[in-house]
């Protein structure tokens, strides 16, 4: 596993010095409903947990749109749109036939797959009054027989029409076509015109354990892709996953782990948008107390100066996964949520508490 520039930063409750203030909330799931996950959110403290969402379904995933007013969430089956106050949920992609059984390119030589919401959000951005949203659509490629129930996964684009209701303008960012090719999640938007993503490579058709996941990023906008993708951590035999930017685009969090080995956990990292000064903050392989903990799924303050993140560090390395956040230094380690049941998915933003 290939890894430079560690810095250690751990402890129970708190370590270093303190979390700078922000005026910021941080939306997230839970499990302390009786149902499935909701979304809840509360300020960046961890005060006023407040629960925005009543889903008979898991609501997953939660991102706050730059403006603060909308998150958008997936239920596993379709991507929903919510008031930062839990009024007006819908639906965003109920209209648009995500299921139907066809042929890429209407090719009889390539397989049949029938096409789903994959259930990752991905990200939502408020731009020049209009939301856009960048997600993945996930298929699972039923012929032929070789490489039955395989997964496809590629990232789309989509207006969000808030009159209609719905997603409108899907435009297609990522083309693969089997489960020899890429697969593409986790998307968020770098800035306001470059999107990043994780990329796993090779694993799909054979339904091996090794996974080799690259931080990607892209040149977008409204219309589609303005460019040729740039990959990271190409062939390394490491999983970097869960990319979030910087409001500005200057640099990436993700979480990355030895992709060799499936039961390795995440540590959080950051580098620069073109890739340098990579530096890993939460490093178990330096604290064999900490050889289990799993920290992932990091998320920027809107002021770039904070890191929200998922830990199962106060379960030993159990399932029991809640929300701490750092500096972006990697001082100042603070655990936000106290549950006996999972919360998860952290996204930071400029939202409001519900009233």
């Known amino acids: 596993m290939k890894r430079r520039g560690w810095v250690l930063a751990v402890g129970a409750v708190a370590m270093g010095s303190a979390v700078q203030a922000q005026s910021s ?3 997230f799931s839970s499990d302390r409903a009786s149902t499935d996950f909701d979304i809840l959110i509360m300020k960046e403290t961890g005060e006023a947990q407040t629960q925005v969402t009543s889903e008979s379904a898991a609501a997953r995933r939660p991102s706050i749109s730059t403006d603060g007013t909308k998150i958008v969430y997936d239920d596993h089956d379709d991507l929903l749109m919510i008031n930062h106050d839990g009024t007006g949920p819908f639906t965003l992609t109920a209209g648009l036939s995500m299921c139907d059984d066809y042929n890429f390119e209407n090719d009889p030589a390539k397989p049949v797959v029938q096409g789903c919401e994959d259930a990752d959000a991905g ?3 408020n731009q020049d009054g209009d ?3 960048v997600f993945t659509r996930e298929t699972e490629q039923v012929s032929p027989g070789p490489t039955f129930g395989s997964r496809v996964a590629n990232l789309y684009l989509g207006r969000v029409d808030v009159s209609a209701g719905q997603l409108v303008d899907l435009e297609q960012l990522t083309f693969s076509e089997d489960c020899a090719d890429p697969i593409h999640y986790q998307a968020a938007w770098c800035g306001a015109s470059h999107i990043v993503w994780s990329r796993e490579i090779g694993s799909l058709c054979s339904f091996s354990p090794d996974y080799d996941w690259e931080i990607c990023t892209m040149p ?3 219309s589609g892709p303005l460019g040729a993708p740039t990959c990271y951590f190409l062939n390394d035999e490491t999983a970097n996953q869960y990319p979030s930017c910087t409001a500005g685009g200057t640099k990436i969090a993700f979480a990355q782990s030895d992709g060799m080995d499936e039961e390795r956990p995440h540590d959080i990292c950051t580098m620069n948008f073109d890739g340098s000064n990579l530096v890993c903050f939460t490093n178990e ?5 900490n050889l289990y903990y799993d920290d992932t799924r990091p998320s920027w303050s809107p002021s770039g100066t904070v890191i929200a993140f998922a830990s199962d560090r106060v379960s030993g390395g159990g399932s029991d ?3 701490w956040v750092m500096n972006a230094d990697g001082s100042g380690l603070t655990q936000r949520t106290t ?3 999972p919360d998860d998915d952290p996204d930071y933003g400029a939202g409001r508490l519900r009233p």
Do not use: G, K, Q
């Open 25 to 27: 909330v941080i939306a």
């Open 123 to 125: 990200s939502v951005v």
């Open 131 to 133: 939301f856009l949203i």
């Open 220 to 222: 977008v906008d409204a």
């Open 285 to 289: 392989e330096d604290d064999p107390d």
């Open 321 to 323: 996964y809640e929300i």
């Open 339 to 341: 549950n006996s049941v």
